[in-house]
Every structure is written in C-alpha cells, then in structure tokens.
C-alpha cells in the first residue's frame, strides 16, 4: 500500500472497461487519498449527491466532477501521496 493513494489506474490499461473509476455517494460519504489515472483514455468520475466529499486530489486523463452542488473536492497538502523509495508490483 502507498500512503495517501486512494486508487491507481496504471498507463498502461487502455479503454474505459479497464480505467474508470466512478465514486457516487451521499452526505454520509467522504474518500481521502489521492486519485492517480494518468493513462490516455483513464477516467475518473466524482459524482456525489447531497454533498459527497473527496479530501485529497485527482490526477486524470478525464475527470468529471458532478452531482449536486453541496459536492465537493478539499486538498490538503498534509494528506497527498507520498511515494515510497522502494516498490514492487506484482500481478
């Protein structure tokens, strides 16, 4: 596990069936860590109703921020990824 990361979507997958990434919640969901889908054709969408909350970031190839107006992304500097000086991924 990477502190901070909330979901990765590696470059390497192509095509929506394997990149999206949808979180949809009410004002009894929060999500805190970053969003890291860098790949062409990756997308993120934050479709909160009735105030969802993301504390983090999102970096994407295609984001979407929707849903009711009380929906809302914080940053907080204090809470990012931070990337280890060693990691192995393994499938």
């Known amino acids: 596990a990477i502190v901070g990361l909330l979901f990765y979507v590696p470059p ?49 190839w295609d984001v979407e921020v929707g849903g009711s107006s009380e929906s809302k992304v914080t940053y907080n500097p204090d809470t990012e990824m931070l990337l280890p000086t060693y990691l192995n991924v393994q499938k």
């Open 12 to 60: 390497s997958n192509t095509g929506c069936q394997d990149n999206c990434i949808t979180l949809d919640g009410d004002s009894s969901t929060f999500f805190n860590g970053t969003i890291l889908a860098p790949g062409e054709g990756a997308e993120v969408r934050f479709l909160g109703n009735g105030g969802a909350d993301l504390f983090g970031q999102i970096i994407g």
